[in-house]
């Protein structure tokens, strides 16, 4: 059985007046249908641009080499028009911050509604046929207000399935009379009403309590079991990626260093950077140790390395890391990693 998303040997650098700014280098991973996987990584490891490039949303100034294959077709080739294909209707999108995501000017039903339709994700009828618009207004008018009803209404289950309790209340109202986790429901709405197979979710509780935290993350692992959607989580909590991952990739400096299943990647981290992050992050909200931290700092971008990215940070640096890039090998079942110490 084919993967849903298989990319292989992915390089994305932006240009730059001092260079190429090198933001993925190498990446090769897959994903299964059905599948939740979590990106995690510091900030500027490459973890957007990731995702930005499955979804054909980096800007022009980028340069992408490589395969990604979603269902077979080779995204990277995709050019202009033939996006609109792929992009919401095949591969949806839930952004850091709803509140810049929403138009603050248009009520919930409006916005939602407006997806539903620009899609053709309803029957047939509710777009009233050409033919339809050059009858007499009393048909036409009744043709509209039969289709604002279908579109209200496939509004109001969507947010039910979001699990917003009152629906009817939420599409009246405008983003800004909502909480930022019902702003949050209404996204994924968004996404999902256009029935993506593939669901990618930059931070998407970046901006939530702890309690609403938790509530979007158990939504988003039931939607995968209730619409049969695979998702990837961007995020640099360690916490979440624990929460709900089936499996975890660790990204560093654009690179791939771990990957195994997300109990495994836990319990038993192997490349010193993935430890690093373990370490940095607090057991309990009662813990009272002191956190380590990760010493020095991720490497410039626009400076090509030729060893190891990680190894001016790392504890267990030998001089085969500074001379050679490490390849990426599998230490046991369906884990993987980058470093030297394996050999």
Not at 45 to 68: D, E, Y
Not at 264 to 280: A, E
Not at 300 to 324: H, N, W, Y
Request: glycine letters at 6%; one cysteine or more; a neutral charge.
């Amino acid at each position: 059985m084919s993967k849903l998303l298989d990319i292989e040997q992915l390089h994305v650098s932006y240009r730059s007046p001092s260079g190429d700014i090198r933001a993925i280098e190498d990446v090769t991973m897959q994903m299964d249908r059905g599948e939740f996987v979590a990106v995690v990584g510091e900030s500027g490891s490459g973890k957007s641009t990731l995702a930005l490039a499955i979804i054909g949303l980096l800007p022009s100034r980028a340069w992408v080499r490589g395969r990604m294959l979603y269902k077979g077709i080779n995204l990277t080739e995709l050019k202009g028009r033939e996006w609109l294909k792929y992009r919401g209707r095949e591969i949806g999108m839930i952004f850091q911050e709803p509140m810049t995501s929403l138009n603050p000017i248009e009520k919930v039903v409006n916005q939602l509604g407006e997806t539903i339709t620009s899609q053709q994700s309803l029957p047939t009828q509710v777009r009233p046929s050409n033919a339809t618009r050059k009858t007499t207004l009393d048909f036409a008018n009744r043709d509209e207000l039969r289709n604002k009803a279908l579109v209200q209404k496939e509004v109001l289950r969507w947010l039910q399935t979001v699990r917003i309790s009152d629906p009817e209340s939420a599409a009246e109202r405008y983003p800004f009379q909502l909480s930022g986790g019902m702003m949050q429901r209404v996204m994924i709405a968004m996404a999902l009403s256009l029935h993506p197979s593939l669901l990618l979710a930059d931070e998407p509780t970046t901006a939530l309590d702890v309690t609403t935290q938790a509530q979007i993350l158990k939504l988003m692992k039931n939607l995968i079991d209730e619409l049969n959607t695979s998702i990837l989580l961007i995020t640099h909590d360690l916490g979440v990626a624990a929460q709900v991952a089936d499996r975890v990739i660790v990204l560093y400096a654009g690179n791939i260093v771990e990957e195994g299943p997300a109990v495994r990647v836990f319990s038993n981290p192997l490349h010193p950077y993935t430890k690093g992050l373990l370490k940095c992050y607090p057991k309990s909200a009662a813990t009272t140790e002191r956190l380590e931290t990760i010493p020095g700092s991720v490497p410039d971008s626009l400076v090509e390395i030729k060893g190891c990215k990680f190894a001016d940070r790392c504890p267990f640096v030998t001089e085969m890391c500074q001379g050679e890039k490490p390849r990426y090998i599998e230490v046991e079942s369906n884990h993987y990693v980058r470093c030297t110490l394996f050999y």
